[in-house]
């Protein structure tokens, strides 16, 4: 069988959706692997690297797309004035990061094609999907990083410090969310010597962020788990959101970084900061808004920009987990080889199992009914 990996054509994207250190497991499971040249570079990954490992690189898309059977990419297919990725689509399997609510175009482009179709971001949250689970992995990054940077935006030290010339008093950090990405931020901020604060409206994230020595903040009201059976935050009520807006007010007044994390599956962002809650941040403080791309957090976000309201910035960072595309691409990749041997029978793939929950539930478009 034909793996095809191209290069990613979208801006701010430095990631490769196969890397090198796992093409002898592709291999032992029946793929022979072909690279479209260069497609590593960004992540520092060679056309040697590649070709090390037993992949084939390939200059020529008509080539390298010719009689695939996969095509894994990071992102979804681009159509451009060079290359229309669409047409070069044709009986065979994409699996790719393609969120169809928002990119609604590219999705209605794909359903004509004949090629199937799995959505990564699909991937149920069940025990025995963890390993193959790429939002995880890629936000785990992004908490990471998000930290990263808010210290390098933020005019101040991180940590406590005693000087003979005086005392330097620790950033006090807010993170918005628990969730994988706001769990790490919280574990970063904390390594870089911050004191660390975290709201979530889940109830089950307590006892994980007090783990990484953080401090809990939630609304008091009845009992509510505020998470959905998969896992995720949901809508709260009128009467909860009025409370937790007075909450986070009062908290993010005495705060000088805040990472937002939230986000409800299928839907904008929610706006958890007003504009009225950044006027009363002190001056010099940071915002990083990591749901920037699904609307932001913040009233004041705008993705892929640094907006400065009253001397306080707030972040909508583009494509974090791309701005560590080493790593990043390493996870994605061991993700979907795992995705790929869940399939496998004696260590070989044939075909998906299509009575399997995993598959069931990442493939979104099943135009493609027999293999070639």
């Avoid at 497991?25 to 690297?49: C, E, H, I, P, R």
């Avoid at 950033?171 to 628990?178: E, P, S």
Wanted: aromatic share 6%; glycine share 6%; charged share 25%.
């Amino acid at each position: 069988m034909k793996l095809v990996v191209p290069a990613e054509l979208y801006e701010n994207e430095s990631r490769v959706s196969i890397t090198p250190d796992i093409i002898p497991s592709l291999t032992k499971m029946g793929f022979k692997v072909f690279v479209q040249s260069n497609a590593g570079l960004g992540s520092s990954y060679t056309d040697d690297d590649y070709k090390k490992s037993g992949a084939t690189i390939s200059s020529k898309l008509t080539d390298l797309y010719s009689k695939a059977d996969l095509v894994i990419k990071v992102q979804r297919p681009s159509k451009q004035k060079k290359t229309d990725e669409f047409k070069l689509l044709n009986n065979c399997t994409l699996i790719t990061l393609l969120y169809e609510q928002k990119f609604k175009n590219e999705f209605s482009s794909l359903k004509k094609l004949n090629i199937n179709v799995f959505a990564l971001e699909k991937m149920p949250r069940i025990s025995r999907a963890q390993s193959m689970d790429v939002l995880s992995s890629q936000s785990n990054l992004s908490g990471y990083k998000a930290v990263i940077d808010a210290a390098s935006l933020f005019n101040k030290a991180f940590p406590l410090m005693m000087t003979s010339a005086g005392t330097v008093a620790p950033a006090k950090v807010l993170v918005i969310g628990a969730g994988v990405a706001g769990l790490q931020a919280i574990a970063t901020a904390k390594r870089l010597g911050a004191v660390v604060s975290s709201f979530d409206v889940r109830a089950s994230t307590k006892e994980q962020v007090e783990s990484l020595g953080a401090k809990f903040i939630q609304v008091e009201e009845k009992p509510d788990s505020g998470e959905t059976a998969a896992g995720y935050a949901k809508e709260m009520s009128a009467s909860y959101k009025k409370k937790q807006a007075k909450l986070l007010e009062d908290s993010i007044a005495k705060t000088d970084i805040v990472i937002t994390t939230a986000l409800i599956p299928g839907k904008p962002a929610p706006k958890l900061i007003t504009k009225k809650m950044v006027e009363l941040m002190k001056v010099g403080s940071v915002i990083i808004d990591l749901a920037s791309e699904f609307g932001g957090n913040c009233e004041l976000t705008k993705h892929g920009e640094i907006v400065n309201h009253k001397s306080k910035r707030i972040v909508g960072p583009k494509n974090l987990p791309s701005t560590v595309s080493q790593d990043s691409s390493r996870l994605f990749a061991k993700n979907v080889i795992n995705f790929l041997m869940n399939s496998c029978e004696s260590g070989k793939f044939a075909d998906f199992n299509w009575d399997d929950e995993v598959v069931k539930e990442t493939c979104v478009i099943h135009n493609l009914k027999k293999r070639k």
